[in-house]
């Protein structure tokens, strides 16, 4: 009785097709990623935007003025977030797009590169915004003194609502490296074909 499975030297002796990549393939794969990068973005744009009206609602109704505070600071960290997902993490003009049809792998390679830098970097642009405002909102709502709960009962309505934050920037910290990965691959994929 053999010690190797059928199965498994079937596998290992199968053929390998060389992967390839044709100009027309880099060409739909560079718009297509941009038309995806310009979805997102304008979802990110509507979201902060109702970041923005949300707690600006909140900053002009709620009395509290650490809380006003609080909600300001987060729509500040909105309107920043914006900022720097245009500055870094923009789609391709129609100029940039044109000028790519020279080289569709060069180009695409570098927008993939840069999109990689953006996320690759999220903590400090997409994440850090939000945290002093949240945590002066998180402080106003847990010890307002209008809250009549005992000091415990605050201190843990407080750190839940910090465990929450973390939780949340942690999922989108992750999920970010993942499509950062996604990319990587991509590059290695693209440098194979230029290479042959």
Same mark, same amino acid.
């Given at each position: 009785?053999?010690?190797?499975?059928?199965?498994?030297?079937?596998?290992?002796?199968?053929?390998?097709?060389?992967?390839?990549?044709?100009?027309?393939?880099?060409?739909?794969?560079?718009?297509?990623?941009?038309? /995806?990068?310009?979805?997102?973005?304008?979802?990110?744009?509507?979201?902060?935007?109702?970041?923005?009206?949300?707690?600006?609602?909140?900053?002009?109704?709620?009395?509290?003025?650490?809380?006003?505070?609080?909600?300001?600071?987060?729509?500040?960290?909105?309107?920043?977030?914006?900022?720097?997902?245009?500055?870094?993490?923009?789609?391709?003009?129609?100029?940039?797009?044109?000028?790519?049809?020279?080289?569709?792998?060069?180009?695409?390679?570098?927008?993939?590169?840069?999109?990689?830098?953006?996320?690759?970097?999220?903590?400090?642009?997409?994440?850090?915004?939000?945290?002093?405002?949240?945590?002066?909102?998180?402080?106003?709502?847990?010890?307002?003194?209008?809250?009549?709960?005992?000091?415990?009962?605050?201190?843990?309505?407080?750190?839940?609502?910090?465990?929450?934050?973390?939780?949340?920037?942690?999922?989108?910290?992750?999920?970010?490296?993942?499509?950062?990965?996604?990319?990587?691959?991509?590059?290695?994929?693209?440098?194979?074909? /230029?290479?042959?």
């Amino acid at each position: 009785m053999s010690d190797r499975d059928p199965l498994q030297s079937i596998w290992q002796n199968q053929s390998q097709e060389e992967f390839t990549m044709s100009l027309a393939d880099i060409h739909t794969r560079a718009e297509r990623f941009q038309s /995806r990068i310009r979805t997102r973005n304008w979802i990110e744009y509507a979201a902060a935007g109702f970041v923005v009206v949300f707690f600006g609602w909140m900053a002009a109704t709620v009395p509290e003025p650490i809380v006003q505070i609080g909600a300001v600071l987060i729509a500040l960290g909105a309107l920043y977030v914006c900022w720097k997902l245009h500055q870094l993490g923009r789609a391709a003009s129609g100029d940039e797009l044109n000028a790519g049809a020279q080289s569709w792998a060069a180009f695409h390679r570098a927008e993939l590169t840069r999109q990689g830098a953006a996320l690759r970097t999220v903590w400090r642009w997409y994440l850090a915004p939000f945290v002093p405002g949240m945590l002066v909102f998180l402080a106003g709502v847990s010890f307002t003194a209008a809250n009549p709960a005992p000091f415990p009962e605050r201190l843990a309505v407080f750190l839940a609502g910090l465990a929450l934050m973390a939780a949340v920037f942690a999922v989108i910290a992750w999920l970010n490296a993942q499509a950062v990965k996604r990319l990587d691959a991509e590059i290695a994929a693209l440098d194979q074909v /230029r290479a042959d």
